[in-house]
Structures are given as structure tokens and as C-alpha cells.
């Protein structure tokens, strides 16, 4: 878990972010494409308003292989936003529903769709969306897509209807970056934003901690110890290249991109204790942000790149601070609470989402208006990390351990719909969600 450490209290979990973890290793990383064991999507919660609406099987959408109808629900659902009418079979994007039927079933939208293949052997889907309240033709688009990029023909898809009918961007078609624990083996993983498909970016005996995504969502940076110390590497996603970015004396950790790409904001100890620097994309010499005797570490940038929120025992114990992006005074942003730590910014930076410590276990995420400071407790869980907006800001991401297992979640901000990601095979840490763009 993302836990602030002294050098006499190392953290028990390698995989849990810190400056100060150390490891012992030697690491093999490879770029690969491998079948991932797939997950299921468990909806839990009520919200507050749901839009209800009838998702129908898409005609011949067995020749997918898998269903698009499907994929289109569980996007949906896990928005927090939708409620699900069920459907019957045989519906068409082609022909205009009876809207006093649906009007009868209690749902205010329907869409249908299809799948055909075209004679180059790539496959059409199409959909349609009603208004069934005001029975309106609200349009639908078509997709011409080879088998491999069904599922992301059904995001996008899911993307346009949630669009449509919430005017919001939709996040479905998006990625997501994570790490997975089997057995002595861990892997970075690129999938997508309901965590499967995908790729493994690396794959390592030595763990790998926080995963940061380029503003652009081309490289990825994170820690690797597989030269017997945390080290930061960025890695061009599109292909597999990798190099070093930070192998400074002491420990190199916690790397957060600038919002324009061009910098990253990381933790060192090469000048004794860990403190905050940035470093340009390109490496270089790093220039020191903070001059404490503390503990500071986690940075991340506000949206508009003018401040770095970070986490500093400055006070006593962990809180989340906040200082100019280019260096000075430091204020306190969190007070509610003795310890707090892995800040994350909302998109329009209204938003503080952390995780609080209750008692002496107890991890629970939290969001604050950063406009009037009040903070609110959104899960019952116990031991919550690592929590990433999606970059519509609507949706949290966050890793925790249920069932014996560590999963990963996803919440709406006041915590009424939650989704829990299970996989099959692997214990899941450290998520963090991509920009829009693939």
C-alpha cells in the first residue's frame, strides 16, 4: 500500500509505493501480448438518480465472439448512471421501436445494434439509440473493426450513448495501467478501462510500484527494482522501448508527469532523505522542489500544471501538501484526520481524493472539495490504496483486498455504485487510469 515509511519502518508489501522500500533482485523484462485471464464486473450500490435503459442483444453479434450488448451494460452500469431494462432478442438498429411498449417497461432509452462481416473480413457494428420519453431518433454511428478490436468497438459505442444521454465524455474506450502479483512474478499491465484485453508492458521477478501515464497516453513511467533499488524508467507503450529515467544515489520513486508532458515530479534521496524534485522527459540533472529535513514524497501535478500536491510528515505525521509547481512555500491541504496520504487531483481540479488511516489499520478512501475543504469517507473497506481518477472525472479507481484477495474497484464520488474487478489468477495493485485518447 501507498504507506509513508522512516528508514527504520520499511514497508512489509514490495509492491506498496515508497521511497524507502528496499528490495533485493535481479529482473527480466520482456514486452508481450499474452492472453490475460478475463474479469467480471460485480455492480454493488444504488445511485441516486439512474437513467433506465434497455441495452438489446446485438442481431449476429455471436460472430464477435463475445457479446458487444454485453460489454455496452457493463460499461454503462459501472457509470453509476444507468440502470438496465431488460430486453428481448430480435431488436434492430434498422427498425423504429413501438415506443408505448418501452414507455410501459418503465425505460426512457433503448438501443439495438448488429454485427455483419464485410467482404475484407473485418467486422461491422453499428448501433442506434432512442429517446423512448420523447420518442426520438437520437442517432448511432457504425464501426468497421478487425475481431481483435471488438471490444473496443463496444466502448466506443458505450462512449456515444453515455455522451448522448448524459452529456458528459464517456471513459469506456480508455486504458488502464496496473499491476499484477502471481505466485513470485509481477507484470505491468496495459488494458482496458474495465481492465481486461489488453497487453503486459513488463514482466518481472522484482516488484514494479507506481505506474504514471504521459498526459498524452503514449509512455508510462514507473519504479522497477530489478537493479536491487527502485529506479524510474519510462517505456514508449506503442513499442516496448524502455530506458531509464532516474538511477540516482539513493532511491529514485513515485515519478508524476507535468500536464504538459515535458517534465516529471518524482522522489529522491541523493541528497540525503527524501525529497521532491522534477526532471525533464529527456533525463538529465533533476532540480530539487522541497529543502526539509521531512519526509516528502507522492507528488502529482494540478491540472493546469501551476502546483504539486505531496504528501510530507512535516507536521509530525503523513498529511497532503500542496506548493508552487516550480518550487516555495508549502501549505497543508488536509487536516481532518492524522494521517493521509496518495493524493490524486480530479481533472477540473475541484476534487481531492486520498486515502485516510483509522485507528491503526484501517485504509479508507476519501474525497475532498478542494473549494470549501470539506472531506468525505466513501468506502466501507479496510484497506483501500492507490486511488486515480478517470479523466472525465466522474469515476475513481482505487485498489483494495476483498475476499482475500487484493482487487481492484471502481466508485463514483460519493461512493453509492461501486464495481469491484476481479481477476482470476493474480493478486491486482497500483491502478491508474489513462487519459482519453488510445
Not at 245 to 257: Q, T, W, Y
Not at 291 to 305: F, K, L, N
Not at 315 to 332: D, K, S, T
Request: hydrophobic share 40%.
Amino acid at each position: 500500500m501507498n504507506r509513508l515509511t522512516t528508514p527504520a519502518q520499511p514497508l512489509s508489501n514490495p509492491l506498496r509505493r515508497s521511497l524507502l522500500v528496499s528490495s533485493a533482485a535481479s529482473a527480466a523484462a520482456a514486452f508481450s501480448f499474452p492472453a490475460l485471464a478475463q474479469f467480471r464486473v460485480e455492480i454493488s450500490g444504488v445511485g441516486g438518480t439512474q437513467l433506465p435503459i434497455a441495452i438489446a442483444d446485438f442481431r449476429d453479434e455471436a460472430m464477435a465472439g463475445q457479446s458487444v450488448a454485453g460489454i455496452v451494460r457493463a460499461d454503462l452500469e459501472r457509470s453509476g448512471q444507468f440502470r438496465m431494462i431488460a430486453a428481448p432478442a430480435g431488436l434492430s438498429e434498422t427498425i423504429s421501436p413501438n415506443f408505448n411498449e418501452w414507455r410501459g417497461k418503465q425505460a426512457d432509452a433503448l438501443a439495438a445494434g448488429s454485427v455483419a462481416r464485410l467482404a475484407d473480413g473485418r467486422l461491422d457494428v453499428r448501433y442506434k439509440l432512442w429517446d423512448v420519453v420523447r420518442g426520438q431518433d437520437q442517432g448511432g454511428e457504425a464501426q468497421a473493426v478487425h475481431a481483435d478490436d471488438v471490444r473496443l468497438a463496444a466502448h466506443r459505442i458505450a462512449d456515444s450513448i453515455y455522451q448522448k444521454l448524459t452529456g458528459d465524455r464517456g471513459v469506456f474506450a480508455t486504458r488502464m495501467a496496473y499491476v499484477t502479483k502471481t505466485g513470485p512474478r509481477y507484470q505491468l499491465r496495459i488494458t482496458d478501462a474495465d481492465g481486461e484485453g489488453g497487453q503486459v508492458a513488463l514482466n518481472s521477478p522484482e516488484p514494479i510500484i507506481s505506474p504514471a501515464w504521459s498526459p498524452e497516453g503514449r509512455e508510462i513511467a514507473y519504479v522497477s527494482f530489478e537493479s536491487r533499488k527502485a529506479v524510474v524508467w519510462l517505456q514508449d507503450l506503442s513499442t516496448g522501448r524502455r530506458r531509464v529515467l532516474a538511477d540516482f544515489r539513493g532511491s529514485n520513486s513515485a515519478p508524476a508527469f507535468s500536464p504538459d508532458g515535458q517534465r516529471l515530479a518524482l522522489t529522491l534521496s541523493l541528497a540525503g532523505g527524501s525529497q521532491l524534485f522534477t526532471i525533464s522527459r529527456n533525463g538529465g540533472d533533476p532540480k530539487r522542489l522541497s529543502q526539509t529535513r521531512a519526509i516528502d514524497t507522492e507528488p502529482v501535478y494540478s491540472p493546469d500544471g501551476t502546483q504539486i500536491y505531496f504528501v510530507s510528515d512535516r507536521g509530525g505525521a503523513p498529511q497532503i501538501y500542496r506548493m508552487p509547481a516550480n518550487g516555495g512555500e508549502a501549505e497543508r491541504v488536509t487536516f481532518s484526520g492524522s494521517y493521509n496520504i496518495s493524493p490524486a487531483i480530479s481533472p477540473d481540479g475541484k476534487t481531492l481524493a486520498f486515502i485516510t488511516r483509522e485507528g491503526g489499520s484501517t485504509f479508507r478512501l476519501c474525497v475532498m472539495d478542494l473549494v470549501t475543504g470539506q472531506s468525505q469517507k466513501i468506502t466501507d473497506s479496510t484497506e483501500d490504496e492507490s486511488p486515480s481518477f478517470a479523466p472525465n472525472g466522474k469515476l475513481i479507481v482505487y485498489a483494495t483486498r476483498a475476499g482475500g484477495r487484493d482487487v481492484l474497484m471502481t466508485t463514483t464520488l460519493d461512493g453509492r455504485i461501486k464495481a469491484k474487478l476481479v481477476a482470476s489468477t493474480a493478486d491486482v495493485r497500483e491502478p491508474t487510469w489513462g487519459p482519453f485518447g488510445r
